[in-house]
Structure formats: structure tokens, C-alpha cells
């Protein structure tokens, strides 16, 4: 078995898993990197017997992706979609591209953020980084709303340099609120996606120095114990009006 089969069973292998814990979307994602994956062996294998074997593969895995991205179509149209990550204490592996990037895509052009906790200097780079995705995923984004907690001069000059940012780079205006009664924790697409956390954006560890892996790259960042809850709702889309 080459290389790019024995990683794309792997890829595949956790497909499978995903789907029996019925965490669709991830699993999706999944069969069709392990797919991609096989038709780079298909395109490099010279024997042809062991081609007819790899096409076999892809047919199959086709086939069950297929059936997966049914399956979450027909729950969303009903309103019954709910997936539910759990990232457990001191895990890894859990950045915001890994947890819920796939949802962030052309369809959405405006973007709600309650989180009582963007006031800290790392809870604030923590809103960066989920501006970033933002603006790197969702190719026709036009606005965000953030509301959180009051805190400081320097939170507020923290989020205002974002603000400016976002305007001046990529036409994307930030309106930001400030609430002292705000509990939920929860990001919400006009897409019809919506995002809960029990920690908020705030549930990775901080680094052991400034130079230790992890320190940029958050998937190599330890996590704090957290659930995220992943749920489709179709009203969202008449809710941003």
C-alpha cells in the first residue's frame, strides 16, 4: 500500500467514525479529504489492477458521503441538525479552523458574536483570530456584531484597531457592543449555522513560553475541558433580516 493510501485510510477510517457519532459535518469533511486523497494514488498508479482496486475505494466512499451530506440536508430542512464536539482537558487540536471553519463559507455575509468575554489581552486575540477566519472563509462577508463585556480603555482600543482594520483592508464593518447583563456564549451565521460554546472563544491554554509550539498555531495548543454545540436553524436567515 502506498503513502497517500495508508493516510487517506486513516482519514477515512475516522469518517467513520464520525458518522456513528453522528457528527456529520466533520465526518463529511473527512471522506472528502480521504477521496481527494485517492484520486491523487489513482492518478499516480501505473498498474492497472491495482487502479481498478483504488477506483473501486473511491466509488465506495463516494457513496457514503453522498448518503452523509443527505442525511444532514433532509435535518436541516426539518430543523433537527445538532452536532456536538467535545474537546477534552489539556486535548489538542481544537482551533477554530478544525472546530467549526467548515461552516464559514461564501453563503455568509454577516456574522453575530455574543461573548461576555472579549476583554483580556488574549481574549482579544482570540476574536482576531476568529476575524481572520472570517475574512479568509467567507469570500462575500460584509458585517459583524460583537457584543461583550465592558472592561477597560485598553480592551476598547484593542477592539477598535480590529475595527479599523477589517474597514479600511476589506470593507468588512465591525459594530461592537458592549452588555453588562450578557451570559450566552454563541456565534451566529447567516447561513443558518449557529455555534455554542460553554467557554466562549476563551477555552484554549496559554503556551509555556513564548517560544514553545503552539504559541501561533492553535491547534497545537492545549485545551481547556469545554462542549461545543453545533446546531442548524433555518429561521437564523430571517432573524439578520
Not at 473511491?58 to 457514503?64: K, S, V
Not at 449555522?193 to 509555556?208: A, C, H, V
Request: net charge neutral; proline share 1%.
Amino acid at each position: 500500500m502506498t503513502q497517500d493510501r495508508e493516510i487517506a485510510a486513516n482519514i477515512l477510517k475516522r469518517a467513520w467514525q464520525l458518522e456513528t457519532e453522528k457528527r456529520l459535518t466533520q465526518s463529511l469533511t473527512c471522506y472528502q479529504e480521504g477521496i481527494e486523497i485517492l484520486m491523487n494514488a489513482l492518478r499516480n498508479t501505473p498498474n492497472n489492477n491495482e487502479k481498478n482496486i483504488i477506483r473501486s475505494r473511491i466509488e465506495e466512499f463516494m457513496g457514503r458521503a453522498e448518503s452523509v451530506k443527505k442525511r444532514v440536508e433532509v435535518e436541516k430542512k426539518l430543523g433537527l441538525y445538532h452536532e456536538q464536539v467535545i474537546i477534552e482537558e489539556n486535548s489538542i487540536g481544537h482551533s477554530y479552523e478544525k472546530v467549526f471553519g467548515r461552516f464559514f463559507d461564501q453563503e455568509v455575509t454577516k456574522i453575530e458574536i455574543d461573548d461576555p468575554y472579549i476583554r483580556l489581552f488574549h481574549q482579544c486575540q482570540n476574536f482576531l483570530r476568529l476575524c481572520e477566519l472570517a475574512v479568509k472563509n467567507c469570500i462575500n462577508l460584509k458585517e459583524i456584531f460583537l457584543t461583550t463585556g465592558e472592561d477597560s480603555a485598553e480592551q476598547k482600543k484593542w477592539l477598535e484597531m480590529i475595527q479599523d482594520d477589517l474597514l479600511k483592508r476589506f470593507k468588512i464593518k465591525l459594530t461592537i457592543l458592549f452588555s453588562s447583563i450578557l451570559h450566552d456564549r454563541e456565534i451566529r451565521l447567516n447561513n443558518g449555522w449557529y455555534i455554542k460554546s460553554g467557554r466562549g472563544l476563551d477555552y484554549f491554554k496559554g503556551p509555556e513560553n513564548k517560544f514553545s509550539i503552539g504559541t501561533n498555531d492553535m491547534d497545537f495548543r492545549k485545551c481547556h475541558e469545554t462542549t461545543v454545540d453545533i446546531i442548524h436553524n433555518k429561521d437564523i436567515r430571517k432573524a439578520f433580516g
